[in-house]
């Protein structure tokens, strides 16, 4: 199972860095993804990265905030989040899943089998 670190609560315009690491196995093959799931909505897809050539893809509505990167020694995969707003609330969840296709990742994540973590609370206030 993954482990995601680095939620809080910010004002809006702040910034955090999500972590996700996992002491069992290698992500070295795995695509990585953020997902996130605001109270009372569907889980959504926010930022994707591959296993191999480091293709990202990212959601529209984080696309110039949001970077998602890994560095393999660490086993870790990060999401930097700046310029934080209320809309960005909600419980942000990584997952490990065998896939080329990030964009496919990222958007159609539902029933896919991988990897998941219990996810990190993330509270922008205004």
């Known amino acids: 199972q993954l482990e995601e670190s680095g939620g809080g609560s910010v004002q809006s315009g702040g910034s955090l860095r999500l972590s996700c690491t996992v002491s069992?196995?290698?992500?070295?093959?795995?695509?990585v993804g953020w997902f996130r799931q605001a109270p009372g909505k569907d889980r959504e897809g926010v930022s994707c990265?591959?296993?191999?050539?480091?293709?990202?893809y990212y959601a529209d509505s984080v696309k110039g905030r949001f970077t998602i990167s890994r560095d393999y020694a660490k086993n870790t995969v990060y999401l930097q989040a700046n310029n934080l707003k209320p809309e960005d609330t909600g419980i942000y969840y990584c997952a490990a899943l065998v896939e080329k296709d990030i964009q496919r990742m990222c958007v159609n994540f539902v029933g896919r089998v991988g990897y998941w973590g219990q996810g990190t609370q993330v509270t922008v206030t205004s």
């Open positions: 069992a196995f290698s992500l070295e093959r795995f695509a």
């Open positions: 990265i591959s296993s191999d050539d480091g293709t990202t």
